[in-house]
């Protein structure tokens, strides 16, 4: 019975560890295109930063686990992953193309800026998370 229960462990290694990659991969990516340091400013106790990356890790996440869960093949899943990083990226874009002072607000630490990226992120998270069901 326990050998049945683990029959699917490799799988579930193996989606797990890719998730980690596109995670890891997203992570990087996002504080790459952003001008400032979030982890620095998260280290010096900036909320703001916390709350914008927090979200954008948030809203990367929930269509990750959509395409885990929908995917036909690790492939297929991994293919979705990197749509839900673009999507991602493209909305941080898109929130700084409507807030310039974005930019200048995060390392200030104005918390409602911070709120209002990660929400962003998580709303559109959410959003291609539902797009994903097939």
């Not at 948030?58 to 492939?75: D, E, K, T, W, Y």
């Not at 918390?111 to 998580?122: H, R």
Request: with cysteine.
């Amino acid at each position: 019975m326990l050998f049945q229960s683990l029959a699917g462990l490799p799988s579930f290694l193996a989606y797990f560890a890719v998730a980690i990659i596109l995670l890891t991969l997203f992570g990087m990516a996002y504080i790459f295109i952003t001008p400032y340091r979030e982890i620095h400013l998260i280290r010096e106790g900036n909320l703001a930063a916390a709350l914008g990356l927090g979200g954008a890790l948030l809203g990367f996440v929930l269509p990750l686990a959509s395409a885990i869960a929908h995917s036909v093949s690790l492939l297929d899943m991994a293919v979705w992953g990197l749509i839900a990083l673009l999507v991602q990226l493209l909305v941080y874009r898109v929130a700084c193309g409507l807030m310039p002072e974005l930019v200048r607000d995060i390392p200030a630490g104005k918390v409602a800026t911070g709120v209002f990226v990660g929400s962003l992120s998580v709303v559109t998270g959410i959003l291609n998370a539902a797009c994903m069901t097939y």
